[in-house]
């Protein structure tokens, strides 16, 4: 196993036995099956507090686990229960600009396969390409453009790990059309507006984006961009996890060469700040919606 938390570089020491050793630390400690995991983006780590009977561990107290170093993210696995769901939740996730590895990025949705999850839900905060978009919307994910992975990188490079899944996956249907479907149907059910469906578009950050790659990325169907979940959804559909994803729209992306419209970081956690509440009802009633949810 690897405690070196800066080797982008390296190829994933991980077997399936040194993962299920952390899932069994974390076993040791709680009784709590989780059956959904969360995973918290940018300026959304409020979303924990809906939690009941929670266990929480720091990442850094958890055996050969990495540690959070971006505002916005607090670094902590939770475990208990969300609208009478067990879930396990990470209240912070780790990015590739942090200069982890992809598969060090991913880890913890490894943990949480063992553990005996089914579905993931995933959120983050992410700029609006799409020019119908307004800052607070809401988009569900139907499908991303991942340029790191089409630049090169991909959470499942180095050996394949058959106990989580084949060599190949298929990726085609990341997003599930059911949860998709229940998703819409409970933001109906709460009236809350400015729900959008579009693709994302992941970049490696830290930079934000020029206006040439904005405009390219919309030329290519992208409706938003940010620097994270398709690692992490990609390794969830390769170990058969279910998965929904949200955005939260925290700024227009800069389409024009006027200079008016920079995206900066503090910005994006106040936009979340602004919109906790809707987001927390939505999330409180998918989990509940979903708890009757049937995994195929
Ligand atoms: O995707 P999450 O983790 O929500 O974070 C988003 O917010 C940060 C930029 O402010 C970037 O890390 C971007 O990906």
Not at 2 to 18: A, H, I, L, Q
Not at 37 to 44: D, E, N, P, S, W
Not at 92 to 107: A, D, I, N, Q, T
Request: glycine share 10%.
């Amino acid at each position: 196993m690897c405690d070196n938390n800066s080797c982008v570089g390296c190829k994933n020491p991980y077997t399936y036995e040194d993962v299920e050793k952390i899932a069994n630390f974390l076993r040791s400690k709680v009784d709590i099956k989780p059956r959904i995991g969360l995973v918290c983006g940018t300026g959304l780590g409020g979303i924990p507090a809906l939690m009941t009977d929670t266990v929480t561990f720091p990442y850094g107290e958890i055996p050969n686990f990495p540690v959070s170093t971006v505002a916005g993210h607090d670094g902590k696995l939770i475990i208990g229960y969300l609208s009478g769901t067990p879930i396990v939740c990470m209240q912070g996730r780790f990015h590739f600009f942090e200069g982890y590895p992809l598969w060090k990025v991913v880890l913890p949705i490894r943990v949480m396969k063992i553990l005996g999850i089914s579905i993931l839900v995933l959120s983050n905060a992410a700029g609006g390409i799409n020019s119908s978009y307004s800052i607070g919307d809401i988009m569900f994910l139907k499908d991303h453009i991942n340029f790191v992975a089409l630049g090169g990188h991909n959470p499942l490079q180095g050996d394949n790990e058959e106990k989580f899944g084949p060599r190949f996956v298929a990726i085609n249907d990341s997003y599930d059309r059911e949860i998709l479907k229940l998703a819409k149907n409970t933001a109906k059910e709460l009236g809350i507006k400015g729900v959008q469906e579009g693709v994302y578009c992941c970049i490696g950050g830290p930079s934000f984006e020029t206006v040439a790659e904005l405009r390219a990325m919309k030329m290519l169907g992208g409706d938003a961009v940010g620097m994270s979940t398709v690692h992490e959804v990609i390794t969830a559909m390769h170990c058969g996890i279910k998965c929904f994803a949200f955005s939260l729209i925290t700024n227009k992306c800069p389409m024009e060469y006027d200079g008016k419209n920079t995206p900066n970081h503090e910005e994006i956690l106040d936009v979340g700040k602004e919109r906790q509440d809707d987001v927390r009802k939505f999330v409180e009633r998918l989990f509940k919606n979903l708890a009757q949810f049937k995994v195929k």
